[in-house]
Nanobody
Framework: QVQLVESGGGLVQAGGSLRLSCAAS????????MGWFRQAPGKEREFVAA????????YYADSVKGRFTISRDNAENTVYLQMKSLKPEDTAVYYC??????????????????WGQGAEVTVSS
């Protein structure tokens, strides 16, 4: 079993920054895709960003493009989500996820096999 543990959430004012981390541990995972999703109160979970472990290719939701950056540290089995210029509408629980393939469906929840427990991010206005 693969465990994903998010950290780095918290409360920040609008315009501020936060960095989320997602550490993978447990059974060796051979998948190539890592993603971040978020779920705001009363809304469905939505895609935020994804990265390929092997190539470093990235993909972002339009709502965060230019403000959020996803990166990975292969040696540490950790993926990061740097969030800048945060807005109140970014308030949500952020989940990291691991999947087998980094492909055209990387923005779909079904592409991922393992999920973290979530990290809460609150942006005040």
């Amino acid at each position: 079993q693969v465990q994903l543990v998010e950290s780095g959430g918290g409360l920040v004012q609008a315009g501020g920054s936060l960095r989320l981390s997602c550490a993978a541990s447990g059974r060796t995972f051979s998948g190539n895709a890592m993603g971040w999703f978020r779920q705001a109160p009363g809304k469905e979970r939505e895609f935020v960003a994804a990265i390929s472990w092997s190539s470093g290719n990235t993909y972002y939701a339009d709502s965060v493009k230019g403000r959020f950056t996803i990166s990975r540290d292969n040696a540490e089995n950790t993926v990061y989500l740097q969030m800048k210029s945060l807005k109140p509408e970014d308030t949500a629980v952020y989940y990291c996820a691991a999947g087998q393939q980094y492909g055209h469906r990387v923005n779909r929840q079904k592409a991922y096999d393992y999920w973290g427990q979530g990290a809460e991010v609150t942006v005040s206005s």
